[in-house]
């Protein structure tokens, strides 16, 4: 709350008016309050703090980006990671979001800028054509990365481009249809705030020694892919894990050994037609989602998911770090 005064002129800088604080504090209540409590402070882990706050400070338009559109997905404010909804606050004029958004600058320890109803207009307008609620990576790259372990954007490979076969990628569209369309959807787009695009991503662009991993482990935590964040995690499927290829292994020898002949310990036809099948399946889906919605990828053949497979002895999720250094 300074004002600066040059010789006669008076230019003020930040000095918010009392009647603008008045009313924006009125609005607050009425718009804000029950989700970032009177105090400012929120109710972590489900509503972030305003006081405080690296996103009050860093750039005003944020606020009234937020309070127009909403916002969605995973950020970090102060330290603490939320993965919530704030819906587009109704029924208020751009006075009232200048005086607000002013009010929340000045107020809770906050020393901020005073916005005056020209400057929402004017960013209205230019976020015009949004018509829904805003990623974290929208707003501000930097600070949606903030203190986190870093986020890598991923640079692809030189993907290679050989034709699919066709046959090969139409079987792999049954078994996405089943496994992975639920999050990822039929287009490959995914969503804004919790499920990444397949289409076009640089992590599928990293081929199969990465996508692979992921299908078999899963993947888990940060990252930023098509310019937006996502936290969430990518389940692995269960029955393709080692540990279920080796269950149904014993199953099957099992099955075979009777009490009155010696186990028998061989890999039976039975056994490599089954891994043959999971690792067929892994095969044609990588076909799929690398040639399909634009990707384009070199075939996948069974040997290789029985090569990437080999090599992949783990029993938790990867991270994206971690996938990088596997290309
Ligand atoms: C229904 C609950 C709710 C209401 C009402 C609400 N917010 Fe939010 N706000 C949230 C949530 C939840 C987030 C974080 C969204 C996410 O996880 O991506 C958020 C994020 C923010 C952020 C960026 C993160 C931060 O903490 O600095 C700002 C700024 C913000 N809100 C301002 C406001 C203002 C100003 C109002 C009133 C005009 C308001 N919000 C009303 C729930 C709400
Ligand atoms: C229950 C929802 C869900 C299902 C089902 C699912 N995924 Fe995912 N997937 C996710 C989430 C969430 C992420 C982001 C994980 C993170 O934030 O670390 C992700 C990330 C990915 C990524 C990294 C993409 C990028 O560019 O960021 C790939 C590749 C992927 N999934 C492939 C698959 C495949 C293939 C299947 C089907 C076998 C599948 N997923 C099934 C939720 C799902």
């Known amino acids: 709350m300074s004002a600066l005064y040059v010789f006669g002129g008076a230019i003020t800088i930040a000095a918010p008016n009392a009647d603008s604080m008045k009313r924006g504090q009125a609005v607050y209540s009425r718009t804000c309050m029950s989700c970032h409590q009177p105090t400012g402070m929120g109710l972590p ?16 338009s ?14 970090t404010v102060k330290g603490v990671k939320y993965n919530s909804m704030m819906p587009p606050v109704a029924g208020v004029s751009d006075r009232d979001i200048a005086d607000v958004v002013t009010y929340v600058n000045n107020s809770f320890g906050n020393t901020g800028p005073v916005v005056t109803e020209a400057e929402v207009a004017a960013i209205k307008k230019k976020y015009a054509d949004r018509n829904k609620p805003w990623n974290a990576y929208e707003l501000d790259p930097d600070l ?75 993947l888990q935590g ?47 036809k039975s056994d490599i037609d089954a891994l043959n ?17 634009g990707n384009k990828m070199k075939a996948v053949t069974v040997e290789d998911v029985k090569a990437i497979r080999r090599d992949n002895s783990r029993d938790k999720p990867w991270t994206v770090k971690e996938l990088e250094l596997k290309k």
């Open 45 to 60: 882990p489900l509503y972030p703090p305003l006081a405080g706050s690296e996103w009050v400070s860093k750039d005003a």
């Open 62 to 75: 944020i606020a009234v980006r937020n309070i127009v559109n909403g916002m969605q997905g995973p950020v």
């Open 144 to 218: 949606a990365l903030g203190t986190q372990a870093k986020v890598e954007e991923i640079k692809p490979e030189n993907a290679e481009f050989l034709p699919a076969i066709a046959l090969q990628a139409k079987r792999g569209k049954r078994v996405y249809q089943n496994q992975c369309t639920s999050c990822h959807k039929d287009d490959g787009e995914g969503d804004d705030y919790s499920y990444p695009a397949l289409r076009g991503s640089k992590i599928v662009a990293l081929g199969p020694n990465v996508i692979v991993p992921i299908i078999l482990n899963g």
């Open 222 to 268: 940060p990252l930023v892919s098509k310019g937006l964040l996502y936290d969430g995690s990518c389940p692995r499927v269960g029955a393709w894990s080692n540990e279920a290829i080796a269950i149904g292994n014993l199953r099957r020898l099992a099955d075979r050994t009777s009490p009155n002949r010696p186990p028998d310990f061989s890999l039976q």
């Open 277 to 293: 099948h999971i690792e067929g399946d892994i095969a044609d889906l990588v076909t799929f989602i690398g040639n399909s919605w």
